[in-house]
């Protein structure tokens, strides 16, 4: 079974309308953190914001605020007025402590998104 | 700010050769990764790395690949003998710590192997 979860291959929004990128996850260790990245079409990882399975509230990093529904095991990216530079694929990932006590990154397929002047 | 580099950016070898990918990670981190990306697909893990050994490491890290940290500050990531299906972006990413900490990748060597 998949650990991440992206329904959205792709995605089309408006410059400054506000999208939303959907990633649920499947985990069973009560302690787990969630991560999304974007990856513009230079190739590189941009950290974008964090998320802690403890954390009582929902993170936000500028325009990126992370909607955390615990209990529906979903983790979805929220971009609020978006810009052209947002073009770009957004991974979401999470890191559970394996076997081994690493915390390694397990990442979603991505999705695409678009902004549309 | 702090950041983590990787060298060389690209890199084009033939196969059955030996490729040394290099990372220079944020100075004050102690755990460091290799994950790869293949072409349009999604980003995998490779190896995890503290304390001058392998924490853990994936199916994909055969016999083929190895890690080291030989001076304190570069982590590379060897193939020895490199196959078609290794073309792909190699990302090294480094954490402060234990737990609850954001792992920072680099920007990737694009490896193409003909």
């Known amino acids: 079974a998949q650990k991440i979860t992206q329904t959205q291959p792709g995605m089309f929004v408006q410059e400054k309308e506000a999208v939303t990128l959907d990633c649920t996850y499947d985990?069973?260790?009560?302690?787990?953190?969630l991560f999304w990245y974007k990856q513009p079409s230079s190739g590189e990882m941009i950290f974008l914001i964090y998320?802690?399975?403890?954390?009582?509230q929902n993170a936000t990093e500028g325009r990126y605020s992370l909607n955390f529904q615990k209990a529906r095991k979903s983790a979805n990216l929220v971009i609020s007025a978006s810009q052209l530079g947002d073009s770009a694929m957004y991974f979401c990932?999470?890191?559970?402590?394996?076997?081994?006590?690493?915390?390694?990154?397990?990442f979603g397929k991505g999705t695409k998104l678009s902004v549309i002047p | 700010e702090p950041e983590v580099t990787q060298t060389p950016s690209h890199q084009v070898t033939q196969m059955g050769q030996e490729v040394i990918l290099r990372c220079v990670p944020i100075?004050?981190?102690?755990?460091f990764y290799w994950y790869r990306q293949i072409l349009g697909q999604k980003v995998e893990f490779l190896v995890s790395?503290?304390?001058?050994?392998?924490?853990?490491k994936s199916e994909i890290f055969d016999d083929q690949f190895s890690v080291e940290r030989p001076d304190g500050s570069n982590f590379t990531l060897k193939i020895r003998s490199t196959k078609l299906e290794d073309s792909a972006m190699y990302f090294c990413?480094?954490?402060?710590?234990?737990?609850?900490?954001?792992?920072?990748f680099g920007p990737g060597t694009r490896l193409l192997v003909l």
């Open positions: 990932a999470m890191r559970e402590l394996s076997g081994a006590g690493s915390y390694q990154l397990t």
């Open positions: 985990t069973s260790d009560p302690s787990y953190g």
């Open positions: 998320q802690g399975s403890y954390d009582q």
């Open positions: 100075s004050n981190h102690l755990y």
């Open positions: 790395f503290y304390n001058n050994e392998i924490s853990e």
């Open positions: 990413a480094s954490c402060p710590g234990w737990g609850r900490e954001t792992q920072y």
